[in-house]
């Protein structure tokens, strides 16, 4: 069975200007389905990093919406209308703080080495309440944990992340390096670092689950139910009584995830997250609540 149409393909890969040039399958066709979707945007500033080819642009400005395509190689943009501006993931992005209704990041992550540094950009040029969406691809998957356990890998058909091959794409210097899948995380990583950085994931969407993964999943459902009440039971042991309400709502947030069948059977984690505080007031709430085994002391 093939995939159905979604509305802006064009046969045999042409496109007009009006019309790009989109993905049919794998994680980029999950996500041009779901930006085909949305309602109209005019009037709303979406900021697409990185922008890569420059198609989910080309979409949101079909919407109506005035597009910042940003990328670390604004020379990779090949689609029709669409103009990238240089901008480096890893330091400040050149976009005012507040100015964007709706932020992108596709495959993006997972290259970068200070990942709360890139989060706390994305919560600072977002508007109050305005919309993040983000796509990675998950080590918590049944293959890829299968693999992890083999091989340290993502997949089992792939070596380990070394030196020489995590160099996908260098500049004119040093200084710009496009790294490959060097800093991936997990499920519940990158769970904990979007809600450190000021971000609430609203939605967890289906991407693209694997036959093996579902096989695994099933086989080693009854595991997966005891490693994680062991690790609950311990927890609370060690906590020394009852968890405050904000922890027991954290601790049961983890274990659905653990549990979901969109992390246990999907190559790539999809999530629609809304911006519900800034960075500094967001730990600031953490810290009051109490973090880690204790409440939050002070160095003395």
Known sequence: ??????????????????????????????????????????????????????????????????????????????????????????????????SADVVICQEGIEHVPDQLHLLGEL??????????????????????????????SDSWRRMPPNELE?????????????FGHLYLRGVQHLRAIVSLSGFEVRRR??????????LLAVLLYPLLLLATAIALSH????QRGAPGPALAR????????????????????FWEMRKVAGVRERRGELLGLGTGLGPYRKPR
């Not at 919560?123 to 340290?152: C, D, V, W, Y």
């Not at 927890?235 to 060690?238: G, N, S, T, Y």
């Open 250 to 269: 954290v601790w049961r947030e983890q274990a659905l995830v653990n549990l979901s069948p969109t992390t246990l059977f999907c190559r790539h984690m």
């Open 205 to 214: 969407l289906w991407t693209d689950p694997t036959l093996s993964s579902v």
């Open 166 to 178: 995590s160099i996908l794409v260098a500049g004119s210097s040093v200084d710009q390096i496009y």
């Open 123 to 152: 919560n600072r040029i977002l508007k109050p309440g305005g919309l993040l969406i983000l796509t990675t691809p998950s080590l918590s998957h049944m293959r890829a944990r299968l693999a992890q356990l083999a091989f340290e």
């Open 1 to 98: 069975m093939g995939t159905a149409p979604v509305k802006g393909y064009h046969p045999r890969g042409m496109t007009t200007p009006d019309e790009p040039r989109v993905p049919r399958r794998g994680i980029h066709g999950v996500v041009a389905r779901y930006l085909e979707s949305m309602p109209e945007l005019s009037g709303k500033v979406v900021v697409d990093i990185p922008c890569g080819s420059g198609w989910a642009s080309a979409i949101f400005r079909r919407k109506g919406a005035t597009v910042r395509a940003l990328d670390l190689f604004p020379g990779s943009v090949r689609t029709p209308g669409i103009k990238a501006e240089a901008a480096d993931m890893t330091a400040t992005l050149p976009v005012s703080d507040g």
């Open 235 to 238: 927890h609370r042991l060690k």
